[in-house]
């Protein structure tokens, strides 16, 4: 399963380099594809939200099916509104879940995406 990063980073420069600094070596070893970082949160997709690069990402690529995770209701709440079938949100509450409870849903991700790779 290919994964892609989109973190949200606002306007802290201090964020910026960590956020970057976490992101990169994970994408040199191939743990994920693809690190995205967005500046703002609204609970519409406009600019620089997650929301929004979600919304791009469909309009390029038609035929690519997303499985978001986030903690973010906000972030949870724009991607939404993007209305479409082939993305798939999950929310997890880091307060309240465990690890555990992230671990099985991406255990779920894959198994999902393992039977429907059989159906075509």
């Known amino acids: 399963m290919n994964k892609c990063i989109i973190s949200f980073i606002g306007g802290n420069p201090n964020t910026l380099g960590s956020t970057i600094n976490s992101i990169v070596p994970r994408i040199q070893s191939g743990e ?3 690190g995205i970082l967005v500046y703002t ?4 997709p406009i600019v620089g939200t997650k929301g929004w690069i979600i919304k791009i990402m469909r309009e390029v690529l038609p035929n690519l099916e997303i499985y978001i995770i986030d903690d973010s209701i906000i972030n949870i709440r724009c991607i939404d509104k993007v209305k479409d079938k082939n993305i798939h949100i999950y929310y997890i509450d880091k307060n309240k879940q465990s690890k555990i409870k992230l671990n099985n849903i991406l255990l779920n991700i894959e198994t999902d995406l393992r039977v429907n790779s059989k159906d075509t």
């Open 32 to 34: 994920i594809k693809l």
């Open 41 to 44: 949160k609204n609970n519409i």
